[in-house]
């Protein structure tokens, strides 16, 4: 939950730079971009960044935090509509001023979206994870 608010401050405070990002159009991670691919993401702020947002950057986050990313996906599909979204979701990136998109739908993007939903939803998946005994041992180890 923290690093998910602090990764929505931190495309908050790029958009000085980069006036697309807002307090609901945010998230950055390893994605497309209109000039190929990029393995970006932040804090801390790196050069390949140029205001891109990648929507299962904040929708991987929804079990930890919905208040920010419900707006979030909810916005990005508001005001981009089917742009950005279609039939098997939300597409791997897109840049909110230039009008670029990624024409790919990724695997990657949707699934942790939808096991990201599910848990919010009904926390099965946090559960049955728990249930393996490497888990709370190999959690308990790292101090958490």
Request: hydrophobic share 40%; proline share 7%.
């Amino acid at each position: 939950m923290t690093a998910t608010r602090a990764h929505r401050q931190f495309c908050i405070d790029l958009a000085k730079e980069f006036p697309g990002y807002t307090e609901d159009i945010w998230g950055i991670t390893s994605s497309n971009s209109a000039t190929g691919y990029k393995a970006w993401g932040g804090p801390p702020r790196r050069n390949s960044i140029e205001g891109t947002v990648v929507p299962c950057a904040s929708a991987g986050s929804l079990m930890l935090a919905p208040d920010i990313c419900i707006p979030a996906l909810k916005a990005m599909k508001q005001r981009f509509g089917d742009k950005i979204y279609g039939r098997y979701g939300f597409t791997d990136a897109f840049h909110p001023t230039n009008g670029w998109g990624s024409p790919d739908v990724l695997g990657l993007d949707i699934g942790i979206t939808l096991l990201s939903a599910e848990n919010l939803r009904t926390g099965h998946l946090w559960k049955w994870f728990m249930r393996n005994p490497e888990i709370p041992r190999a959690m308990q180890l790292a101090g958490m």
